[in-house]
């Protein structure tokens, strides 16, 4: 039969180092392998990661690129850089060759663009809902009117979905309650084992005493500086701690004000890196660090963060509620504390005094992993809603 022909519309793609990354690189790899024809229309490679090997498109696919607004860390987040996509975006859908099916990433702006535009011409479109923003901007304090128009504008990209591919239970709950009538399939996000896992090289930069990692974006609802307050307490009790930050985000200004107030060198803040680049330091670390800020509309998410390190054979030390904690303490992956700065300090001042696991309990990790989030097993399942069972059930 003749190749599928699909279209993905994200702001976010590799080499960017990020959950959006890993689960559309694992679809595009997926849909590729099922023979269909696969155009990325996403952004230019931020000035921090060009150059690098992970901006390699995936086999098969052709990726296009346009130049966006990014904030002061590099990240196209903000009402200004979702703009600088979305109209452009207009102009790309409508140009493009006409494909079969659409795969759209939020923000849910994007979503309402596609739908617009995929109207007019008659095509399918596949949401991928890695959260609710609209839950979001209300827990955030925005204004009323504000929280009011992103709900419309959400409701309105998830009703005219063909699909939505949501990313956990709590998602998918929080999207039929907006669009009563969406056809939803869960598919949990999952880890490249390929990049992430614990053979490999570390980093040369790394310091010579013990270090935790916090490897990914730092936004308003992990509330990453949590882990920054605590090392006042850990440097008390083991000066040599370091805690290493690679990413962006809304807490980086917050962040960079407690390291100023600590010893020089206790914390530090490094740009986001590539997935094999962040490998090597949740490789080389005694723990990361992974949080969910309570009581923000997120006590629901699973950060990627943490099967990318258990990846890696490296213990996680999660502060907050959700699946990801109870995962942690159900199967002994690191350890899971309330949000509270004095039990976090303690959980960093045992993995610093532990230091990195044995070889046997990091193929205990990593075999976890393995077994329950696979990134292929991800990218397979969600190319399944895209294409549809009339595609994927052909034989291969």
Wanted: hydrophobic share 45%; proline share 9%; glycine share 6%.
């Amino acid at each position: 039969m003749t190749p599928r022909r699909v279209l993905l519309a994200t702001r976010i793609f590799a080499p960017e180092s990020a959950a959006a990354t890993f689960r559309l690189s694992a679809l595009v790899r997926a849909l590729t392998g099922r023979a269909a024809r696969v155009r990325v229309l996403t952004t230019t490679v931020p000035p921090s990661l060009r150059g690098s090997r992970a901006a390699e498109p995936p086999a098969r696919a052709e990726i296009s690129r346009w130049p966006v607004l990014r904030d002061a860390t590099g990240y196209v987040r903000g009402y200004l850089p979702y703009l600088s996509f979305d109209l452009p975006l207009t102009l790309r859908l409508l140009t493009a060759r006409r494909p079969d099916v659409v795969v759209v990433e939020p923000p849910p702006t994007t979503g309402a663009v596609a739908r617009a535009v995929l109207a007019l011409r008659s095509v399918p479109y596949v949401y991928y809902a890695a959260d609710v923003w609209s839950d979001a901007t209300a827990s955030m304090g925005a204004p009323a009117p504000v929280v009011q128009v992103m709900r419309l504008v959400e409701r309105f990209a998830l009703r005219g979905a063909r699909d939505v591919i949501a990313v956990s239970d709590g998602v998918a709950e929080r999207v039929r309650a907006l669009a009563p009538r969406a056809r939803v399939t869960v598919v949990l996000n999952g880890i490249d084992t390929d990049v992430f896992t614990p053979d490999g090289e570390l980093p040369a930069e790394a310091p010579d005493t013990p270090y935790l990692v916090y490897a990914g974006t730092a936004s308003e609802w992990q509330g990453a500086e949590i882990f920054a307050e605590a090392m006042r307490e850990v440097v008390r009790e083991e000066p040599g701690a370091r805690l290493i930050f690679l990413g962006q985000g809304a807490s980086w200004p917050v962040l960079q004000q407690i390291r100023d107030d600590l010893p020089e060198g206790a914390i530090e803040l490094r740009p986001l890196a590539p997935p094999q680049e962040a490998a090597a330091w949740q490789r080389g670390a005694a723990a990361a660090v992974v949080s969910v800020k309570p009581g923000v509309g997120y006590d629901f998410a699973y950060p990627t963060k943490v099967i990318a390190a258990l990846g890696c054979g490296t213990q996680v030390i999660f502060a907050g509620p959700g699946p990801a904690a109870a995962d942690v303490a159900e199967h002994d992956l690191g350890r899971a504390v309330p949000y509270d700065i004095s039990q976090v300090a303690q959980a960093m001042l045992a993995a610093v005094r532990a230091g990195s696991p044995d070889p046997a309990e990091r193929a205990r990790l990593v075999e976890w992993v393995h077994r329950n989030r696979s990134l292929a097993a991800t990218g397979r399942a969600a190319a399944q809603v895209v294409l549809g069972p009339e595609v994927t059930q052909q034989p291969m």
